[in-house]
């Protein structure tokens, strides 16, 4: 829920809570990805072994969840898309962890780079991959 607060710059659980719940009411295919893109970054964030703290203030998860509405809302509610958000936001996990890395000595943050940068290369791929294509057409 932290991760979903996030994106409203609240990591509290009941601001995630609320946040989930009108993605959910935008839509079961909104709310499906954004819980989907959430999850899948922090697990992933755990499994990369990230710094538990930032993972348990949603810094894991808020790039996940959007980057899970922006491909369902780019590519349409198919299989295919929630593939590629599974892929994306474990992609935005490594992303964040190569970010922060890099930006820590320059007193630079991630931010929102993972999400936009993810985005849009899945973005870009997809008159690439006809599977893709087919299933947004």
Known sequence: MRGVGQVGLQPQLLTGAFV???LWAAGREVGLSATL???V???AAYA???DRGSVALGLQGYSGCLTGIA???SLGGHLAAYVRTVVGCVLCTV???ALTALLAPLGG???TWPFVLTTWALLAAVP???WLRAAAA
């Open 95 to 97: 992303l964040t962890a």
């Open 20 to 22: 989930l719940a009108r």
């Open 48 to 50: 990369f072994g990230v």
């Open 109 to 111: 943050r991630t931010l």
């Open 41 to 43: 970054s922090t697990t």
């Open 37 to 39: 893109g959430t999850l």
């Open 128 to 130: 690439h991959l006809p």
């Open 71 to 73: 491909l369902i809302g």
